[in-house]
């Protein structure tokens, strides 16, 4: 098996794949997947992709990108998303990529929360990532590693020389001039989440473990609807276009009650609506649902297909039936500090890029439907430095192929009480006392004798409860609870 590349790229997902997309066929690039390619937060995106829809809307995309962001977004990153965002569409759609239009061919924009208009281009319907994910593999030059998990980076004196990886039962070192992480966010960490199975903090874990920076890792943003009744692992997302374009948040007596908490009601930013739903429903004790009936059924069916038949098959009839719903982790604002270009900041021919990255882009609370533009914007800009810089690349050093033991018996029970312990102490609505519960016991944790795979977990969950710790007052996501 070859075991040298010029570039190796962790994750195939929007951010991976378009990076690979973009650097030129000549160079050895090999993508490495952890399980199926489509295993990845991708191919679940259903709302869309948000971009300006002329230049004088760049400035709007801005202004809302920030405003959502709570003021803490880098506003370097939003301009070059904003203003990049056009141009990255533009050759997604010459390179033949074909999103939702009406009779005329004119492109269809919808409007999700937190945007001051429709913006937001979809792709067979609710399907967005699916569809773009679909025509990203039918265009890749380069081979894909499947069933392939990360176990370490292969690091000395802050260079980065490639990955060493389980696959199909042995441990291997797969060297790269260039190596780039866009292995996704953090969604198992959590009890209720609508990630892919595969999103485990694990390339966040093996930064850590390599004093390698990670930033605002408070930052965690709650979908406020997804349907999390059932055994399934990823909860059903309920796409927050549904409510852009007409659907309610009620309770059992149809009372609209998120306009108790915001002017905008269903439409206020996403923490926002997460919150209100996680309040009022602790706070009454009624469930929550989602309304779509003002939806007339061959339109819903037509617009929105994958919700309709999952839900079918769950045995919900939509549009007439409600859905009851509660929020759920959905994305991490934090992860591996970068520059512009993906470059992982004082580390040399490292890149991470799309969720896994932090350039500051979405600030406190990501705007709806930001994140499939980003992965597009930023892999482009890590490719073009990844192609200019290529030749600086350092000579390879061999590493050692000696792994240790990943997985231990007793880590299951462990990581399902890691993920209960977070929802709880470190989600949607926190405290000094909870996270400093989690932390206790997150550190008793790490000195159990566990496997490798959940120490790294471990050590992402820490991040996130100290990062939590030291911001005292509420900011976008991040909401602590003042006691009473
Ligand atoms: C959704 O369809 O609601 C998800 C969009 C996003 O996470 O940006």
Redesign the pocket.
């Known amino acids: 098996m070859k075991t040298s590349y010029d570039v190796v790229i962790v994750g195939t997902g929007i951010a991976g794949l378009h990076c690979a997309l973009n650097l030129p066929k000549h160079l050895s690039v090999l993508l490495v997947a952890k399980d199926y390619a489509w295993e990845c937060n991708t191919f679940y995106?259903?709302?869309g992709v948000a971009v300006a829809k002329d230049e004088a809307d760049i400035a709007l995309h801005v202004s809302d990108t920030l405003h959502a962001g709570a003021g803490h977004c880098v506003k370097e990153a939003v301009d070059v998303l904003c203003s990049e965002g056009p141009k990255a569409i533009a050759s997604l759609i010459k390179r033949g990529f074909c999103f939702d239009s009406d009779e005329k061919g004119d492109l269809l924009y919808t409007k999700?929360a937190a945007h001051s208009t429709h913006r937001i281009l979809h792709a067979g319907g609710d399907a967005t990532g699916r569809h773009i994910h679909l025509f990203m593999m039918q265009h890749l030059p380069f081979p894909i590693l499947y069933n392939t998990q990360v176990t370490d980076l292969l690091m000395h004196e802050n260079t980065c020389y490639g990955v060493r990886v389980l696959h199909a039962g042995d441990i291997i070192n797969l060297y790269g001039k260039k190596v780039v992480i866009a292995s996704g966010g953090v969604g198992s960490l959590y009890e209720y989440h609508t990630n892919a199975r595969t999103i485990s903090a694990d390339m966040q874990g093996m930064c850590l473990s390599h004093s390698i920076e990670l930033a605002d890792m408070e930052m965690m943003q709650f979908?406020p609807t997804a349907f999390v009744l059932g055994t399934a692992v990823r909860k059903q997302?309920l796409?927050?276009?549904l409510r852009g374009e007409g659907a309610k948040v009620v309770d059992d007596e149809g009372r609209r009650f998120v306009f108790d908490y915001h002017p905008d009601g269903e439409l206020a930013p996403r923490d926002v609506v997460s919150r209100a739903i996680f309040d009022y429903k602790q706070k009454s004790g009624k469930e929550v649902y989602l309304d779509v009936s003002d939806f007339e059924e061959s339109h819903f069916q037509k617009r929105f297909p994958s919700i309709y038949f999952n839900m079918k098959n769950i045995g919900y009839n939509l549009p007439s039936e409600r859905i009851p719903i509660s929020p759920a982790f959905?994305?991490s604002m934090g992860g591996i500090r970068t520059t512009m270009n993906g470059e992982v900041l004082h580390v040399k021919h490292l890149y991470a890029i799309g969720e896994a990255a932090h350039t500051g882009v979405h600030g406190a609370n990501?705007l709806?439907?930001?994140?499939l533009l980003e992965g597009l914007v930023f892999s482009y800009r890590a490719a073009l430095d990844i192609q200019a810089t290529l030749s600086n690349a350092s000579s390879v050093i061999s590493f050692s192929e000696k792994e240790a033991i990943l997985i231990c018996e007793g880590d299951k029970i462990l990581k399902n009480e890691l993920r209960h312990l977070m929802w709880c102490h470190a989600g949607i609505v926190r405290n000094e006392q909870n996270l400093q519960f989690a932390r206790k016991r997150v550190k008793e944790m790490l000195e159990l004798p566990i496997g490798k795979l959940l120490r790294l977990r471990l050590l992402v969950s820490q991040e996130i409860i100290q990062s939590a710790l030291k911001r005292k007052a509420s900011l976008g996501a991040h909401f602590i609870q003042k006691r009473s």
């Open positions: 995106a259903q709302g999700e979908h997302l796409s927050e276009s959905h994305y990501r709806a439907s930001n994140s």
